[in-house]
């Protein structure tokens, strides 16, 4: 019986690492991952074109942005063919109304 717990313990000091391998070896892999995550972020995320699809999809343009106060702004905006100046404030958007193109010059 002794014999056998010996064997145990002397089985276990030599798969027991030490805590600077088991450091570089976390650091090693967190390195990877960081550079993983670079990789995709830096060039293979913009590839995807998420963003920009959902842009070109949408008719509403704004072409003009007026602050007045620190929540409060003017815009004007296209929808379709249609210009608008609109009032919009942190609870509320306004129609003032509608634009020509010749109120734009």
């Known amino acids: 019986m002794i014999y056998f717990?010996?064997?145990i313990d002397s089985a276990a000091?030599?798969?027991?690492?030490?805590?600077?391998?088991?450091?570089?070896k976390t650091l090693l892999a967190l390195a990877f991952i960081?550079?993983?995550?670079?990789?995709?972020?830096?060039f293979l995320l913009p590839k995807l074109n998420f963003a920009q699809n959902i842009k070109q999809n949408v008719p509403v343009k704004i072409l003009?942005?007026?602050?007045?106060e620190a929540r409060k702004a003017l815009y004007v905006i296209e929808?379709?063919?249609?210009?608008?100046?609109?009032?919009?404030?942190?609870?509320?958007v306004t129609k003032i109304f509608d634009l020509n193109d010749d109120d734009l010059k």
């Not at 000091?13 to 570089?24: D, H, K, Q």
């Not at 003009?64 to 007045?68: D, E, I, K, V």
């Open 5 to 7: 717990l010996a064997q």
């Open 34 to 42: 960081l550079a993983l995550a670079f990789v995709f972020i830096r």
């Open 64 to 68: 003009s942005r007026t602050g007045l």
């Open 13 to 24: 000091a030599t798969t027991e690492m030490s805590f600077g391998w088991l450091l570089v």
């Open 79 to 92: 929808v379709g063919k249609k210009k608008a100046l609109i009032a919009a404030t942190d609870h509320n």
